[in-house]
């Protein structure tokens, strides 16, 4: 058993990016959500829309063509193109007053030749944090994936992954990690891919390899197709807006599991959807200031 540490609620309200008085959309973050294949577009549109609502200050959406007219009618303020249109010279860099982020693979069909190459690209191209999700997890486990992410850290450019149970065993599967304990699972795919992990479950756990941080809020609630793809727009949005990695995923996986129980307050556990938990965010919010 790793051992474990929680963030207590002053130190998770500390982290709140709360916006500057001269603030714009480009200090306030940009978010680029590389997500949603043909088969799974919807996916694009939880990450995006929960991205907005965690603070983000322009979202923008690269998705399969196929998805381009569903997540520009999600919502209006969405930036959208078609990931035909879109290579390595188009990616943005964090840079100083303008910092940036990626969450990569949400909705990526593992099956699907173009998600794959789009999560390479980004892996080698992006010169700034990059949050791997879903569908694209499955390209981290191979030579090329493991090579990128080498790369990219020794390089000292961030890269977080989110996996649940399964995920996180077909991570550890090439380098032979055990998987019956989730806080060391944390830990061991921390270091052997140089990432911070967030294993997500009914209690999730995040590590960078040395320290392992327990969320324990979780909720019944969030056992819903969708409410993953929430998570990792909420944890790129406070990346884009210059968290650092640990301190986003803690802070992302406490306020998504808070919006949970809000929404499980108006529609109960067996009624809550993806939907639901994105608009419950700002209400997560002032639910983790009144525990503060």
């Known amino acids: 058993m790793a051992d474990v540490r929680e963030y207590g609620a002053d130190e998770l309200v500390a982290l709140l990016p709360l916006p500057a008085d001269d603030a714009n959309k480009y200090t306030r973050?940009?978010?680029?959500?590389?997500?949603?294949?043909?088969?799974?577009?919807?996916?694009?549109?939880?990450?995006?829309?929960?991205?907005q609502r965690a603070g983000a200050g322009y979202t923008e959406v690269v998705c399969?063509?196929?998805?381009?007219?569903?997540?520009?009618?999600?919502?209006?303020?969405?930036?959208?193109?078609?990931?035909?249109?879109?290579?390595?010279?188009d990616l943005p860099a964090d840079a100083p007053g303008k910092p940036v982020a990626f969450a990569l693979g949400s909705g990526f069909d593992a099956e699907d030749a173009a998600c794959t190459r789009n999560a390479y690209l980004?892996?080698?191209?992006?010169?700034?944090?990059?949050?791997?999700?879903?569908?694209?997890?499955?390209?981290?486990?191979?030579?090329?994936?493991r090579r990128l992410l080498k790369r990219r850290f020794v390089r000292g450019l961030p890269t977080v992954v989110t996996p649940h149970g399964g995920e996180a065993a077909r991570l550890a599967e090439p380098f032979g990690l055990p998987t019956?304990?989730?806080?060391?699972?944390?830990?061991?795919?921390?270091?052997?891919?140089?990432?911070?992990?967030?294993?997500?479950?009914p209690d999730t756990f995040v590590s960078d390899g040395d320290?392992?941080?327990?969320?324990?809020?979780?909720?019944?609630?969030?056992?819903?197709?969708?409410?993953?793809?929430?998570?990792?727009?909420?944890?790129?949005?406070?990346?884009?807006?210059?968290?650092?990695?640990?301190?986003?995923?803690?802070?992302?996986?406490?306020?998504?599991?808070?919006?949970?129980?809000?929404?499980s307050v108006r529609r109960t556990d067996i009624g809550v959807v993806a939907e639901d938990v994105v608009e419950?965010?700002?209400?997560?919010?002032?639910?983790?200031?009144?525990?503060?």
């Open 180 to 201: 019956d304990d989730p806080a060391g699972l944390a830990r061991l795919i921390a270091l052997a891919y140089g990432v911070v992990a967030v294993v997500k479950g």
């Open 29 to 51: 973050g940009r978010l680029v959500v590389v997500a949603g294949s043909a088969r799974y577009p919807g996916a694009a549109c939880l990450a995006a829309c929960a991205g």
């Open 122 to 145: 980004v892996l080698k191209h992006a010169e700034a944090p990059v949050l791997v999700d879903g569908g694209a997890l499955a390209a981290l486990s191979t030579p090329k994936g």
């Open 64 to 89: 399969a063509p196929e998805a381009v007219d569903l997540v520009r009618s999600c919502r209006s303020s969405l930036v959208v193109r078609s990931w035909l249109e879109w290579g390595a010279a």
């Open 211 to 263: 320290d392992v941080v327990a969320v324990r809020c979780g909720t019944p609630a969030l056992a819903k197709a969708g409410t993953g793809d929430v998570l990792a727009g909420v944890l790129g949005a406070f990346l884009a807006q210059g968290l650092e990695p640990t301190d986003a995923a803690v802070l992302a996986a406490t306020l998504h599991a808070l919006a949970g129980r809000c929404a």
């Open 280 to 292: 419950a965010l700002p209400e997560a919010v002032s639910a983790l200031v009144a525990l503060a």
